[in-house]
């Protein structure tokens, strides 16, 4: 089989193209012939070594896949089951998706609506199933569309793409953060009503600001967070998930305790497996396959490597499907 992996030799870290054998596969009582991964941020920390992602080494990368199994000594899955993975620490601790096979424990593993091919499920990806999280989250909290606004920010990447598309079709009025103004059109096409350019909320937070949104989803972290927090309206939510512009949160508690806004902090990877379903089978029926097709790109194995660079780089428009056979 194919996969990347990555070794760190005496703090010499290379990620490379390699075949091996299937039986230097990790332990596990499924195995998936990979059909698609994806190519997530934390992939592409993991890949190119920008941030202590892999907690052993030698490592193949890939947070999410989807494919067939082709052998299971699980109750749970059979032979010929589509399956998606999301997490667990596949490709942090334990090897993971960037490549043609996969073994992994069968309570990792869901069943893929049939709603999606594995590609559709890879083009959501662990992105999209996040920003799905985050959409669950906004209506635990009884946000309504009638409520107002809601903010997107890092809205050109993976989870921000997938969260307007998701938002727009529930309703909701949906208002894009970016910087790259370049990617309004694009933005606007997926749903968003307008676009905020990232400057705008990227400098040192007041306190409080004037009241906006009545929900946000942010993947960005540090000032646009604090700000977001800081302009949110009474009793709104603010779900935060990612840290692509910082993971420090350089605020003040005058949001929480003045207007009860509520953080929600959204994990995926530990997400337990009841939720996870609610969230494929959400996405099932809210997401558009059309526009789903519009913010997805295909690559091959071999490109992953020069595309986690351009991930990191933030020039990444919505989501990379890596086609592994
Ligand atoms: P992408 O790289 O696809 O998108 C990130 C977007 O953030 C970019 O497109 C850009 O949007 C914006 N951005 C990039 N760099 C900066 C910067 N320096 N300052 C401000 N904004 C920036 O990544 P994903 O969408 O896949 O992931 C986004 C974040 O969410 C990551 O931090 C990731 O680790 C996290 N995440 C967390 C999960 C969890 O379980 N909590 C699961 C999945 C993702 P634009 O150009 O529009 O401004």
Not at 217 to 243: E, F, M, P, Q, W
Not at 261 to 266: D, H, I, P, R
């Amino acid at each position: 089989m194919k996969a990347l992996l990555i070794e760190n030799n005496n703090n010499v870290y290379q990620t490379e193209l390699k075949e091996f054998d299937d039986s230097l596969l990790p332990e596990g009582n499924v195995m998936v012939e990979v059909e698609y991964s994806g190519l997530n941020y934390k992939d592409a920390l993991a890949i190119t070594g920008k941030s202590p992602v892999v907690r052993q080494f030698p490592m193949v990368p890939g947070i999410d896949f989807a494919g067939k199994v082709i052998q299971s000594d699980s109750d749970k899955f059979k032979e010929g089951d589509t399956v998606v993975l999301n997490g667990w620490g596949v490709g942090e601790r334990h090897w993971g998706g960037l490549g043609q096979r996969a073994r992994v424990n069968a309570d990792w593993l869901i069943p893929l609506p049939s709603a999606f091919t594995t590609r559709q499920a890879m083009a959501i990806g662990t992105a999209g199933y996040t920003a799905m999280l985050c959409v669950l989250e906004l209506e635990k909290h009884g946000v309504k569309p009638d409520d107002g606004e809601i903010l997107v920010t890092g809205a050109a990447g993976g989870v921000g793409s997938v969260a307007i598309a998701l938002l727009a079709k529930l309703g909701y009025q949906v208002m894009a953060l970016t910087g790259r103004p370049s990617e309004a059109d694009y933005l606007k096409s997926l749903g968003a009503q307008g676009i905020i350019d990232r400057s705008e909320m990227s400098e040192p937070s007041r306190p409080l600001g004037k009241e906006r949104w009545a929900g946000v989803i942010d993947v960005v972290g540090s000032h646009v967070l604090a700000n977001a927090c800081a302009t949110t309206k009474y009793g709104g939510i603010v779900a935060a998930c990612g840290l692509a512009g910082g993971m420090d949160l350089p605020g003040s508690v005058a949001p929480f305790i003045l207007r009860g806004v509520k953080l929600a902090g959204v994990d995926s990877v530990m997400c337990p497996y009841e939720k996870r379903l609610e969230a494929w089978t959400r996405l099932a029926t809210d997401l558009d396959l059309e526009l789903l097709e519009s913010l997805t790109t295909d690559i091959q194995l071999e490109d992953a490597i020069e595309k986690s660079k351009a991930l990191l780089a933030g020039e990444i428009r919505g989501r990379l499907v890596v086609k592994t056979s």
